[in-house]
Structures are given as structure tokens and as C-alpha cells.
């Protein structure tokens, strides 16, 4: 599964996809109009290992809800990143059973990198 999961009204996410130059394959969800299932949720988490590699403690909720305050355990992100898309890191980029996941530029070319390595 190449998967790709975003925001299309995310300029951040649009400028990584675009730099990646993607193959034809890629299979782009945008998770603010069609959520996560718990299911894809759980093969994510298997992937990168945690559901806290999956939240994003940048996002405007995080702070406004007071999540900063706590001490979130595994239960907790996946509720919180299920509950609201804006706690999904992204973009998250799935390509032959590597994660690839946030906007940082060693992630981005960590991810160029497996994707064009033939």
C-alpha cells in the first residue's frame, strides 16, 4: 500500500507531495474529509511503532483542550488523533512498509529517498 494522508488545504503538505515527485501508485487521503477508521489507525501504529509517533502536539487543539498539561498515554492519542484529524502529524507517507511522517526535512528526504531508490 503507497498511501499518502493529508490535508489538501494544507500548503505544507501540497509543497512536500509536489517535491516528492511521486510514481503513479499513490493512493492520497484527505483525512479531513474522510477520516481515519480505527483499523487504518492500527496498521499506521503498527508501522511507526506508537500512536504517539503519530500525534502532533503542534496542532492548535493540543494546547487549547489543555492536552499539554497532561500525561497522555497510547490510549489517549489514539483517541485524541481518531477523535479530531488535526492530531494526525502530517503528511503521513506509507510506501512498501516504510513510514514516513511530519514535515520535517529529514523525513521528507528520508522519504525522496525510498521512493526513488531503484
Same mark, same amino acid.
Given at each position: /500500500?503507497?498511501?499518502? @494522508? =493529508?490535508?489538501? !488545504? #494544507?500548503?505544507? #503538505? ?11 501508485? @499513490?493512493? @492520497? ?6 477520516? %481515519?477508521?480505527? &483499523? $487504518?489507525?492500527? $496498521?499506521? /501504529?503498527? %508501522? +511507526?511503532? !506508537?500512536?504517539? +509517533? %503519530?500525534? !502532533?502536539?503542534?496542532?492548535?487543539? =493540543?494546547? $487549547? /483542550?489543555?492536552?499539554?498539561? %497532561?500525561?497522555? &498515554? $497510547?490510549?489517549?492519542?489514539?483517541? =485524541?488523533?481518531?477523535? *479530531? =484529524? ?17 514535515? &520535517? ?8 529517498? +525510498?521512493? *526513488?531508490?531503484?
Amino acid at each position: /500500500m503507497n498511501k499518502i @494522508f =493529508y490535508i489538501k !488545504s #494544507c500548503n505544507t #503538505c501540497l509543497r512536500i507531495i509536489n517535491d516528492l515527485k511521486l510514481p503513479e501508485g @499513490f493512493i @492520497f487521503r484527505d483525512i479531513k474529509e474522510d477520516a %481515519l477508521t480505527v &483499523s $487504518e489507525l492500527n $496498521e499506521l /501504529m503498527e %508501522l +511507526a511503532g !506508537s500512536y504517539q +509517533a %503519530l500525534f !502532533s502536539r503542534r496542532a492548535k487543539l =493540543y494546547k $487549547e /483542550m489543555g492536552l499539554k498539561d %497532561l500525561d497522555l &498515554s $497510547e490510549a489517549d492519542y489514539k483517541y =485524541y488523533i481518531l477523535d *479530531h =484529524y488535526t492530531f494526525l502529524k502530517r503528511p503521513v507517507i506509507v510506501f512498501d512498509k516504510n513510514i514516513f511522517i511530519g514535515n &520535517s526535512k529529514a523525513v521528507t528526504e528520508k522519504a525522496y529517498k +525510498a521512493i *526513488h531508490a531503484v
